[in-house]
């Protein structure tokens, strides 16, 4: 990964950038209930869950948009010098995440906002997709993050 990071000045609206991908395991869901205290027989019970409309696990919704933030950090090159993740806005789980399915994220970057902030330049506001290996989409929201 590089260590070059963009200044709010350099960002450029309608920017698109994909991350790495990453799969979810067994191990992240029952790591993520431990952590959220979130033990939903839909996450956690292979019995229950056979006989549901998903006819296994799922993992947490919440599980997945902690693995899309991680995911974006990890873009290689042209992303923004964050100060802080601002928010979220329009968040929507649009399909399951299964044990054992692949994700990626891609974000576009809609509008930039400056702003007085001590130590920020502006806002910078990204449309983001979670999508599987099947390239349909799991999770969607708007990402906002105070850059420098």
């Known amino acids: 990964m590089s260590d ?13 950038m994909t991350t790495p991908s990453r799969t979810i395991t067994e191990a992240d869901v029952v790591n993520f209930a431990g952590v959220s ?27 997945v948009f902690s693995a ?5 950090r990890r873009i290689a090159d042209d992303r923004a010098e964050v100060v802080a993740f601002y928010g979220v806005d329009r968040l929507r789980f649009r399909a399951p995440v299964f044990f054992g399915d692949t ?18 330049t502006g806002v910078v506001r990204y449309e983001a997709e979670v999508l599987n ?12 993050s105070l850059v420098r």
Not at 68 to 72: E, I, N, R, V
């Open 68 to 72: 899309m933030t991680g995911l974006t």
């Open 103 to 120: 994700i990626h994220v891609e974000l576009e970057l809609l509008e930039k906002e400056r702003r007085d902030h001590p130590t920020a």
């Open 37 to 63: 205290g979130d033990f939903n027989t839909l996450h956690t019970s292979e019995t229950e869950m056979e006989n549901s409309e998903f006819g296994e696990r799922i993992a947490h919704g919440a599980l």
């Open 133 to 144: 290996q099947r390239e349909e989409v799991v999770l969607s929201c708007e990402l906002l």
């Open 4 to 16: 070059v990071a963009l200044s709010f000045e350099e960002l450029d609206v309608g920017r698109r």
